[in-house]
T-cell receptor
Framework: AQKVTQAQTEISVVEKEDVTLDCVYE???????LFWYKQPPSGELVFLIR??????QNEISGRYSWNFQKSTSSFNFTITASQVVDSAVYFC??????????FGAGTTVTVRA | DTAVSQTPKYLVTQMGNDKSIKCEQN?????MYWYKQDSKKFLKIMFS???????INETVPNRFSPKSPDKAHLNLHINSLELGDSAVYFC??????????????FGPGTRLTVL
């Protein structure tokens, strides 16, 4: 069975601070895919990034960066120089060959001006 | 153009009623999903259809019946609504269920409140 743990329930920061969201996953499959989604206060779910299990390269996209480490089964997400618009719930998710996304519980990020 | 749309956005109803939520995607995807998000924001898959055929049914009560008239539509019908059915229901689609690397595109959600 697949499992995704996001241990941080809520994080509150002041604008321009960096914030790192932790994601730890469990799976016995050797081929798997990791995702991050953002759910802003408006409620929709927005895809941010996908990583496959064979690609441990870190990725940077603007102020967002992701650190994938198979050795610790982690796929952490950092927002650099946070802004109020980054306030949202962020979900880490895992997909294997059972064709469904297993989501973590989500981390609520609040960025205060 | 909205990629994945759901109607209605809000649904308030009494216990025991039957209601439906409609979902349509214009992305040309083969696979559609229904997820339930509870009051603690936890997201869990309920169903998945690939080209009108059911491929995932996650031990959902049989009061919930998905219907896919064609691959662009996946509707969710709920009979005998209960208080515990109150949640936000998300529809999603992806290109191909045989490719778990495909990201899923989500609809805006339907907030169901059962009184």
């Amino acid at each position: 069975a697949q499992k995704v743990t996001q241990a941080q329930t809520e994080i509150s920061v002041v604008e321009k601070e960096d914030v790192t969201l932790d994601c730890v996953y469990e799976t016995r499959d050797t081929t798997y895919y990791l995702f991050w989604y953002k759910q802003p206060p408006s409620g929709e779910l927005v895809f941010l990034i996908r990583r496959n299990s064979f690609d441990e390269q870190n990725e940077i996209s603007g102020r967002y960066s992701w650190n994938f480490q198979k050795s610790t089964s982690s796929f952490n997400f950092t927002i650099t120089a946070s802004q109020v618009v980054d306030s949202a719930v962020y979900f880490c998710a895992l997909s294997v060959n059972d064709y469904k996304l297993s989501f973590g519980a989500g981390t609520t990020v609040t960025v205060r001006a | 153009d909205t990629a994945v749309s759901q109607t209605p956005k809000y649904l308030v109803t009494q216990m025991g009623n039957d209601k439906s939520i409609k979902c349509e995607q214009n992305l040309g995807h083969d696979t559609m999903y229904w997820y339930k998000q509870d009051s603690k924001k936890f997201l869990k898959i309920m169903f998945s259809y690939n080209n009108k055929e059911l491929i995932i049914n996650e031990t959902v009560p049989n009061r919930f019946s998905p219907k896919s008239p064609d691959k662009a539509h996946l509707n969710l019908h709920i009979n005998s609504l209960e208080l515990g059915d109150s949640a936000v229901y998300f529809c999603a689609s992806s290109q191909d269920h045989l490719a778990p690397y495909n990201e899923q595109f989500f609809g805006p959600g339907t907030r169901l409140t059962v009184l």
